[in-house]
């Protein structure tokens, strides 16, 4: 039994904040696969990387190394076809050098797929071309790597674009549309490159060096572990996406292109603070929190969902000084031996933390660990003391408490995911409840009646999972359904995942989480739309296998 709970629209400062951490998110984590390659490109060729001429463990691979990693001279080696540019030795002499992947990776290929990503989400792909276009302006106006300028200049030119097509729209005659579109957005690109060229590439230039010398005031007077203070609490909330995707992360690539690492990709995504949070419950909670800790474990430090860990925080909100502490000690581990990461680790499991570890050599890898350890310990130490206080008190009071906390983190998200859901279902078990309200919603009126033999005139043979940015919770969710569909020994079924501004009309059932089924439907308003509460177990599925069986028998 399934009950309706119309979504609640928050609004403040901290909503508008998250929307633009998510906004940012949208940008880079579409894009994380090529930001991994280049980072694995860059472990492995440069000069002190595993194959490079200096490397750590004498594996030079030459002359691939310098060929791939670029600077090798072209006259010596032979390579025919590849790019070369001219290169200066330290004593000032010039030759032929080949480029390599690694400077064009980061400086052009990264920037313009953030700029194409930004550009699609605010105008489909004809915003995506002319923020590409525009974008490339930016980037060869200046002399560093762009990823402000396309994060910024990229959804900008989009936007742009979309209200001039507002200017003609429904006014050109018929069979001049492609010549208008096309002309236009060209003449548009061209114009919005020459001015990222010449107007806005000083002044991304000029910001990322306001931003670059305030990271290298805080590294001067060891003050970087400071950022923790606003890190933590921000992950609770989850407004640490402006700040991680905004700042770290384009500041933490140009740190890496000069340096082989960063420690900014650590500050948001170390996974420490968060395990020793749930060991100190695993040991010290009561009740559901207790109970579901160890499984939680788990889920936050092997697959680097983070926000598992946010509702034990919000359930004992003291706690919150606790992953301060952690998170600033493992900061501090870092800038005091040196540790780093090559690229940015996501999701922020320790996995993914070792992989982008592992291009600063052993040494590295073993500097990130200990940051990872210490924070966990610290974490742990101070919450254990935290929850031993009050462990008498919480046993008294403990009953809703928890499921609270959970529900607080969906709402601080703004909508409830897959890791969430699943938490609030063994929390619901633990604490001997048969059953859990959800906010599962069928829309369109579509599944209602089933017992009755009543189904949607509506042919389902293409069915969507969307969320914000199309990779996590909806896969996870169209995974599920697609199991769900394929034990019922249905054939002629897709089932797949993607973005809400992705979605193109071609769905025949759209599955999303109820806080973004409005935008669901806006996007593909002739699709059918079920709501669910999360979409790992809700008993929506059930219904839409047996409509799309009984679909099926009626053929």
Not at 294 to 310: D, K, M, N
Request: proline content about 4%; charged content about 10%; glycine content about 14%.
């Amino acid at each position: 039994m399934t009950t309706t709970s119309p979504a609640k629209k928050p609004g403040g400062a901290r909503i508008a904040v998250q929307r633009f951490g998510t906004f940012l998110s949208g940008m880079i984590m579409p894009n994380i696969a090529a930001f991994i390659a280049w980072g694995f490109i860059t472990m492995l060729f440069i000069p002190a990387g595993f194959f490079g001429a200096n490397s750590p463990f004498g594996w030079h691979w030459a002359p691939v190394a310098e060929i791939i990693g670029g600077g090798g001279d072209a006259a010596a080696i032979g390579w025919p076809g590849a790019m070369t540019a001219l290169t200066a030795t330290e004593g000032g002499d010039t030759y032929q050098g080949y480029v390599g992947l690694v400077s064009v990776m980061i400086t052009y290929l990264l920037p313009l797929l953030i700029a194409n990503t930004g550009g699609r989400i605010v105008y489909g792909a004809r915003g995506g071309v002319v923020a590409t276009i525009a974008v490339m302006g930016v980037i060869v106006g200046t002399n560093i790597p762009m990823f402000l300028g396309a994060m910024i200049m990229g959804p900008l030119a989009a936007w742009i674009t979309k209200q001039m097509d507002k200017l003609w729209d429904g006014k050109i005659r018929p069979g001049f549309e492609m010549l208008v579109n096309n002309f236009s957005a060209g003449i548009l690109g061209m114009v919005l490159a020459i001015v990222g060229f010449f107007a806005f590439g000083p002044v991304f230039l000029g910001i990322s060096a306001v931003l670059g010398s305030i990271v290298a005031f805080l590294v001067q007077f060891n003050l970087l572990p400071v950022l923790s203070i606003i890190v933590e609490p921000a992950k609770v909330l989850f407004l640490n996406n402006a700040i991680n995707h905004g700042v770290f992360t384009p500041l933490g690539i140009e740190q890496a292109a000069d340096t082989g690492k960063s420690i900014l990709f650590l500050i948001e995504a170390n996974p420490g603070p968060g395990l020793g949070l749930l060991l100190a419950f695993t040991f010290f909670g009561v009740g559901a929190a207790k109970a579901s800790a160890p499984g939680a474990i788990v889920i936050q430090f092997l697959g680097g969902i983070h926000e598992i860990y946010f509702p034990y925080a919000l359930a004992k909100p003291m706690t919150i000084l606790a992953l301060i502490a952690g998170g600033a000690s493992g900061v501090a581990v870092n800038m005091i031996f040196g540790g780093g990461l090559v690229f940015p680790a996501a999701p922020g499991s320790i996995i993914a933390v070792t992989a982008a570890a592992a291009g600063g050599g052993v040494a590295n890898v073993l500097v990130v660990y200990l940051s990872v350890i210490v924070a966990a310990v610290v974490t742990f130490l101070v919450s254990g003391v935290i929850l031993r206080a009050s462990r008498k008190r919480d046993q008294e009071a403990e009953g809703d408490s928890f499921a609270a906390a959970i529900d607080q983190t969906a709402a601080n998200k703004g909508k409830e995911s897959s890791a969430l859901g699943a938490l609030r279902t063994r929390a619901a078990g633990t604490t001997g409840s048969g059953t859990t309200e959800t906010a599962d919603r069928d829309v369109d009126g579509a599944l209602g009646g089933l017992e009755g033999g009543a189904v949607t005139t509506k042919q389902l043979n293409n069915i969507v999972f969307a969320c914000d940015a199309g990779m996590g919770s909806s896969a996870m969710g169209a995974s599920v359904l697609r199991n769900k569909i394929k034990k019922a020994g249905i054939d002629g079924v897709t089932v797949t995942n993607q973005a809400i501004a992705n979605l193109d009309g071609s769905a025949d059932l759209v599955i999303t989480q109820n806080q973004l089924t409005d935008r669901a439907k806006a996007q593909s308003p002739d699709s059918v739309h079920v709501s669910v509460d999360n979409f790992m177990n809700s008993p929506r599925y059930d219904e839409v296998v047996e409509m799309v069986r009984a679909q099926h028998e009626a053929k």
